[in-house]
């Protein structure tokens, strides 16, 4: 049961990821873009750090139901607010609506200026099929995508052999588990806080050097800091376990965002 309902939360919530970036896409121009998204993923990479230090203590002073009920209680009011503040931003919808209003003001047939003729299920069909041609006939994406499943794999991995490790070997409490999450969260914040500035600096060098004509690559070069990072940290981790140096587990988060 819990793998079922933890499948379908991962399907449906899923879209609120994909909108998201999608929204801000719509919103801001390129140039403006990497502030936006480095802030709004934030809150993706933090909720996983910041998820197990609640849940630990409340699953230890009330109980490991209460994980499920906050989450529908936050789940609920975040649905609500969405529902009543956040407004369309996708081209095509809007243009729709204008000329549905157009056409009713003025009692003459209006065509948005981005009309699609096909049906729902051509369109269904189109947007599976796209991202799928782009992943496997373009080389450069699907190494990208390749990597980022391993590095995702590698934190969620991470996620999930804390608490076996600090629980069963070293007998920590789940809530004191929790705190070793922390970690992790403060290096996200810091790769916010120092990192999107460099990304930004580096899109606009680049581009300014190519003419005035930016590329999405434009935004990589700081990633091979990271590169680096990410296997230095795992040492470091593993290190500090091995050693019982439990003062370093807060920090191993840092290098690795």
């Not at 896409?25 to 873009?33: I, V």
């Not at 906050?70 to 009011?77: E, H, P, V």
């Not at 699609?116 to 496997?136: C, E, G, K, M």
Request: hydrophobic letters at 45%.
């Amino acid at each position: 049961m819990l793998i079922g309902f933890r499948f379908l939360s991962g399907f449906f919530g899923s879209a609120s990821i994909a909108n998201g970036g999608g929204t801000i896409s719509d919103m801001y121009t390129a140039l403006e873009r990497t502030r936006v998204v480095g802030w709004y993923i934030l809150g993706p990479l933090t909720g996983p750090a910041l998820g197990p230090v609640i849940g630990g203590f409340m699953s230890e002073s009330l109980s490991w139901r209460w994980t499920f009920w906050l989450m529908l209680i936050l789940s609920s009011i975040n649905t609500v607010f969405c529902t009543i503040f956040l407004q369309e931003t996708y081209a095509p919808v809007l243009l729709a609506q204008k000329a549905a209003t157009l056409q009713k003001e003025t009692g003459q047939p209006h065509r948005p200026a981005v009309y699609d003729p096909h049906s729902l299920t051509y369109r269904v069909y189109r947007a599976i099929q796209r991202p799928l041609r782009i992943l496997f006939m373009q080389p450069i994406v699907f190494i990208m995508a390749c990597y980022m499943a391993l590095i995702y794999g590698t934190l969620y991995l991470l996620f999930t052999t804390f608490p076996a490790v600090y629980q069963n070997n070293y007998g920590f409490s789940p809530g004191i588990t929790g705190l070793t999450y922390v970690g992790i969260g403060m290096g996200f914040t810091l790769a916010i806080l120092f990192g999107i500035p460099q990304i930004d600096k580096q899109y606009r060098r680049l581009t300014a050097k190519n003419d005035g004509v930016s590329q999405p690559e434009f935004r990589l070069p700081v990633a091979n800091v990271g590169a680096v990072c990410i296997p230095v940290s795992l040492l470091w981790y593993g290190w500090s376990v091995q050693s019982h140096t439990y003062f370093l587990v807060p920090i191993i988060g840092i290098p690795s965002s």
